[in-house]
């Protein structure tokens, strides 16, 4: 196999508060390799978004990572000093937010805001770094490019905005694509052109991506393999495919249980009782134990490791290869 | 754009014809002039016919009527206490009061805006904190009891800086100007702070909390993923954002500093409107007081005027009504 896109081992972030020391992050590790999509799902709260801020180098104090490594293309870019983390950003990893409707400064011209990005990472003349930002703005859909490079934000629709965005975060090229939930605030009929335009670049470009999202319906139409999070850790992990058919964490079967079909018998969707434990009330053991009907005494003590089961791996005590036939 | 700018205008003369009412009314309210032109043994006659002279037995429609042209074609009317013109008094007057206005809304606006970026970006230093502090007490003291200060230490103690007046001025046609001599430069440095103190603290607060809040922002946070350099984020995205409201109270505080001078003049006994102004006040001197007035109604209508134009040349989004493509 040949070295991944992205690796993280073990990573732990934390927020600093007067009161305690939250743990946002808990032991999360993956890897991404060339070429592929990893999603990570999760609810609100899980860690998705940090662990793409924390990658980027973007976890801002009060926060920091305490613990654990990030490696792009086998360097480490965690604890660099601030000057050689701001040129792996936008140069080497590409971000890409929510909203795209405040993610670009109203009052620059979206070409300016381009060719400024360019001229950080590049050393392109002016007028190369506009001919590179027509061919970007082409490149992500935007129509009459040449025309549209000079118009400002507010003159381009929700979607043109994600695109402008998009092609903003892979103007230098980067290795790594981070998508942070790229279509929740647009229109259902746009967060499928953008979806298929993230997937497209990644393939064209051998670029890596990792998507966080909410949604399991992109999950299921874009990524490779598939990371649920739950409380600041990885539930499961594996190929799309085997977590959405065949999940085996039960939070990821809650999860799996609560995706409405068309083709729905008359069923009413599962539910998870209760809710994600706040970051200052994570319970011993298992995050998951007080919602989980398969808990066991060992879920309230225990934390349970990542476990390998064929090509999912998965952090659960009924996984265990001795106690195989509980689950 | 264009209709934008007429529309602003028409409402900016609706806003000069009631202040021109305002300042007519004063001529029939604040006492009868004739007594302060006279003296008590002057005859009964006598007052009739310098009444006579001077227009005030007409009826009060005429006499607003004429005031009106009159003002239009810049005459008020000549003053009680010097038999001068007003308008040769006030434009006598005009070149020390901008000078002063401009001298310290510029020093506001520089030291304001680079104390506000500075307090925003590195909020836990000790410097910082110095500034917060310093503002407090430019916000709340009054502005005699500054300029007061001040001419005690640089003028009294120190001897360093003439403590009134203006210095040697230079004619430059109608124009006259104290900023081409030494003992101009001196002398305008201590009303100049002492004038545009209130106006920096404001600007300094005002720049730190928006920068603070634009710094917040989820366009800045991009930016920094983007990889730009801080100084391109701080300096060219951050601030870009804080400068449409720092415009508006620039440019609205420029009114006020022209028309709160009074106090900073007389405390330096600056050649200015303020002070002639003030001596009309205590000579009833009414065709000045309402010229004054009008004048500075005038320059704040203006003023507003140009504020609103300049916030479409910053903010884009303003420029076109319509704006969203699609």
Known sequence: MTQPVLSVRNLEVEFVTRRATLRAINGVSFDIAKGEVLGVVGESGAGKSVTGLAVIGLIDPPGRISA???????????????????????????????????????LYRIGDQIIET????????????????????????????????????????????????????????????????????LDVSVQAQIIAL?????????????????????????????????????????????????????????????????????????????????????????????????????????????????????????????????? | ????????????????????????????????????????????????????????????????????????????????????????LLAERLPATLELAICATLFAMVAGILMGVYSALRRDTILARLFQAVSLIGISLPTFLIGILLIYLFAVTLGWLPSFGRGEVVKLGWWSTGLLTVSGWKAIIMPAITLGLFQMTLIMRLVRAEMLEVLRTDYIRFARARGLTTRAIHFGHALKNTLVPVITVAGLQFGSVIAFSIITETVFQWPGMGLLFVQAVQNVDIPIMAAYLLMVSLIFVTINLVVDILYTVVDPRLRSPVGRAA
Do not use: W
């Open chain 1, 118 to 185: 360019i001229r950080t990472h590049t050393n392109l003349s002016e007028s190369a770094a506009r001919r590179r930002a027509i061919d970007l703005l082409a490149e992500v859909g935007i129509p009459a490019p040449e025309k549209r490079i000079d118009g400002y934000p507010h003159e381009f629709s929700g979607g043109m905005r994600q695109r402008v965005v998009i092609a903003l975060a892979i103007c230098a090229e980067p290795e790594l694509i981070i998508a942070d939930e790229p279509t929740t605030a």
């Open chain 1, 198 to 327: 993230i997937k497209r670049l990644g393939r064209d470009h051998g670029t890596a991506v990792m998507l966080v999202t909410h949604d399991m319906g992109v999950i299921a139409e874009t990524c490779d393999r598939v990371a649920v999070m739950y409380s600041g850790r990885i539930a499961e992990i594996g190929p799309v495919q085997e977590v959405v058919r065949n999940p085996l964490h039960p939070y990821a079967r809650g999860l799996m249980g609560a995706i409405p079909t068309l083709a729905g018998e008359d069923k009413r969707l599962v539910q998870i009782p209760g809710s994600m434990p706040r970051l200052s009330a994570i319970p011993p053991g298992c995050p998951f134990n007080p919602r989980c009907a398969f808990a066991f005494d060992r879920c309230r003590i225990e934390r349970p490791e990542p476990i390998r089961r064929g090509t999912q791996s998965v952090a659960c005590h009924l996984f265990e290869p001795a106690k195989e036939t509980a689950a």
């Open chain 2, 1 to 88: 754009m264009l209709a934008f700018t007429l529309r602003r205008f028409l409402q900016a003369i609706g806003v000069m014809l009631a202040v021109g009412v305002i300042a007519f009314a004063m001529f029939r309210f604040a006492g009868d002039p004739v007594n302060q032109i006279v003296s008590i043994d002057t005859s009964a006659a006598q007052r009739a016919e310098i009444r006579h002279s001077l227009g005030l037995d007409d009826p009060v429609l005429v006499q607003f009527g004429r005031y009106f042209i009159n003002a239009l074609q810049f005459k008020f009317g000549v003053s009680y206490q010097f038999r001068l013109p007003v308008s040769s």
């Open chain 1, 68 to 106: 654990g490594e990030i490696e792009l293309s086998g360097t480490r870019i965690d604890h660099l000093p601030p000057e050689e983390i701001r040129r792996v950003r936008g140069k080497r990893i590409g971000m890409i937010f929510q909203d795209p409707l405040t993610s670009l400064n109203p």
